[in-house]
């Protein structure tokens, strides 16, 4: 791997609001570093991390952590990756940014900006079990080249419940959604059942889109959208 999965990050106009909506939902907070000059805020379930930034970023974007960046940047071009917003000295912190070739932003920052909370379990969200970020494409031959090549592992196109590429590694797993019914990238969360939870947002007034394959059923599957506008897809599991 390139780097260390740190979070996804998120451009959240108003954090508060953000915040307000996936306590809700039972993700707690993590205690946040000051290596970043805007508010910011990170809310974890024990196996996602989401970063909430107030200044206009890239969004939603994955985020990595690689020490000695410099280096790292070298193993970067030697793949052909063409860098941007390149932010490198001693006086400010190091990052850098590319695009892989759906155009989803991958940030690369020298250090951790917040320390994972001290859980004796992980929290119980509505939202069911985080399975993967996903993005999505219509051509998924040159992202599984792309993201194999920075040390994932892409599997075989599976046809149901829609066309679906896993492409996995040990901290963050990101499938390709190969479906019209997709606009932009998802944070999908599955669970066998999901229509109870999804009948418990509903009672909390919570709003659901219909924005998915019509191979989905939507009285147990159903599109959740945060303030900022990030898509949590809830899915129905087999087990």
Not at 47 to 71: D, K, N, Q, Y
Not at 158 to 185: G, K, V, W
């Amino acid at each position: 791997m390139f780097g260390r999965f740190l979070e996804i990050s998120l451009y959240a106009p108003d954090i508060r609001d953000s915040l307000a909506f996936y306590e809700s939902l039972g993700f707690v907070q993590a205690p946040v570093g000051e290596a970043l000059n805007h508010p910011y805020a990170v809310v974890t379930d024990g196996r996602l991390f989401l970063g909430l930034h107030g200044a206009t970023i890239a969004s939603p974007a994955l985020t990595f952590v690689m020490p000695r960046l410099m280096h790292g940047i070298e193993q970067l071009e030697r793949l052909g990756i063409e860098l941007e917003n390149i932010q490198l000295g001693n006086e400010v912190f190091n990052r850098v940014s590319f695009r892989d070739p759906s155009g989803q932003c991958v940030n690369v920052f020298e250090a951790r900006t917040f320390s994972p909370p001290q859980l004796d379990t992980d929290p119980a969200t509505t939202c069911g079990y985080f399975s993967e970020f996903a993005l999505p494409v219509r051509e998924p031959g040159p992202m599984r080249v792309f993201w194999e090549a920075l040390g994932f592992v892409a599997w075989e196109e599976q046809p149901e419940p829609f066309a679906r590429t896993a492409i996995t590694s040990d901290h963050l797993n990101l499938a390709l959604y190969r479906s019209r019914a997709f606009r932009q990238p998802v944070l999908t969360f599955e669970d066998p059942d999901m229509r109870e939870r999804l009948a418990r947002l509903k009672e909390r007034g919570c709003q659901l889109s219909d924005e998915m394959p019509d191979s989905l059923d939507e009285s147990c599957n159903a599109i959740l959208i945060a303030p900022e506008g990030t898509r949590l897809l809830l899915l129905q599991s087999d087990d």
